[in-house]
């Protein structure tokens, strides 16, 4: 496998609202659709099998960038934003949060009575994969979630999410099946973090001659493996400081939004007239789309296009928001019947911020000032969090005489 392995986050409980959980759905069915577009159905995958790039994908949908609620609002947001294109994508998501879950193996024989699939192969995948994350790797997370997402050739990728009780960290799993060999001989690949000690994982080398006694019923012990899996582990502070951003690569964005003179870009007037705070949200887009591997190692970056619903690092600006997903979507429409201007415009905004990225020089002592700045214009942008609804819940709770007034 590749680019797969694990992420541990803090738990957030809580319901994402309805007003974001569509807004999600939106801009995630363009995003997937303009990667499928530029670069198929398996590099989606691939792409979901990497922790930090999910992370990230996560943060610029507008949810907490370090929290376990990515996993299930993110999951949530592509089965509904995907399903109903199945046919057309060729990619179709399963699976899902508690009783979710359970339905996965109806849900791939399903699909695979629609594609010619064999569905009882889909079905073992699937259930091997919780069983070692669950089971032949003892942790200390219970999987509560767990995806399956599929495309129409039978290539796959596991997302699923464990609960350690003790400690309220939630623990991601990533799976891909390109390149996959064994359940059971080291399937997590490229799994990085703070070591944490010794754990109980028959899915090391080293725990070869214990799966040859269990499977011979030699009644022996297997010993604890001496290996560690390696994890990206997110910190519990809730706020996005500047330590957990590379500034370099934010300033380089904002540069090119704020401090650039756009019509000095001929490739760019195509989008012009959406305003920097827009540019800014599509140029982190673009690097969702267009980024490579290494450009994701700071997931909280990418909460700088769409805040976070909770308002760290500021409130969710639902017109930029709408506005992005409106011209991500008519690019990619435009795309499908060979109009690329638009798609290549957007392309090339995560190519300039590189060429800026290069020389530039960040301050930081500016983020605390951009962060103002984000608050400051919060109104204007249409700014909302969660908080907000729990206050107009508790004022019709203090004063119901008022839900009666209409207008």
Not at 237 to 266: I, P, Q
Not at 282 to 302: H, K, N, Q, W
Not at 332 to 338: D, F, H, L, Q
């Amino acid at each position: 496998m590749q680019r797969s392995g694990t992420a541990d986050l803090p738990l957030h409980h809580g319901r994402v609202p309805p007003w974001l959980a569509n807004r999600m759905a939106r801009l995630g069915r363009a995003i997937s659709e303009a990667i499928v577009l530029e670069f198929g159905k398996n590099e989606f995958l691939l792409r979901l099998s990497d922790p930090l790039w999910f992370q990230s994908f996560g943060a610029v949908l507008g949810m907490d960038w370090h929290s376990s609620g990515i996993t299930t609002s993110v999951v949530g947001a592509l089965k509904r934003a995907i399903n109903p294109i199945s046919k057309d994508l060729g990619i179709y998501v399963c699976g899902g949060r508690g009783r979710h879950s359970r339905q996965t193996p109806n849900e791939l024989l399903h699909i695979a009575d629609q594609t010619g699939l064999n569905g009882r192969h889909l079905v073992r995948c699937s259930r091997l994969s919780a069983k070692v994350d669950n089971t032949a790797i003892q942790d200390g997370f219970q999987i509560y979630l767990h995806s399956f997402i599929l495309t129409d050739e039978g290539k796959w990728a596991v997302i699923q999410q464990g609960l350690n009780n003790r400690n309220g960290y939630a623990r991601r799993y990533h799976w891909h099946s390109e390149q996959f060999e064994s359940f059971v001989n080291e399937p997590h690949t490229s799994i990085v973090g703070s070591n944490q000690g010794l754990i109980f994982n028959l899915t090391d080398h080293q725990a070869d001659p214990a799966r040859n006694a269990m499977v011979d019923f030699s009644g022996q012990h297997p010993d604890r493996a001496a290996a560690e899996i390696r994890k990206i582990h997110m910190p519990s502070h809730h706020d996005v400081k500047v330590k957990d951003v590379d500034m370099k690569r934010l300033g380089s964005v904002l540069a090119l939004a704020y401090d650039t003179e756009v019509d000095n870009f001929e490739n760019l007037l195509l989008i012009k007239g959406l305003g920097p705070r827009t540019l800014q949200s599509l140029a982190l887009v673009s690097e969702i789309i267009y980024g490579t591997p290494s450009r994701f190692e700071d997931p909280a970056r990418f909460s700088f296009a769409h805040g976070g619903k909770d308002g760290h690092p500021f409130p969710v600006p639902t017109k930029v928001f709408d506005k992005t997903i409106h011209t991500l979507r008519t690019a990619v429409e435009k795309a499908k019947i060979g109009m690329t201007d638009k798609k290549d415009a957007i392309k090339s905004l995560h190519t300039m911020a590189l060429r800026i990225e290069k020389d530039f020089q960040p301050n930081a002592n500016n983020y605390d000032k951009l962060i103002e700045r984000e608050w400051a214009m919060s109104n204007q942008f249409g700014g909302r969090t969660v908080f907000d609804e729990k206050s107009r819940q508790a004022r019709r709770r203090k004063n119901p005489g008022q839900q009666l007034k209409l207008f």
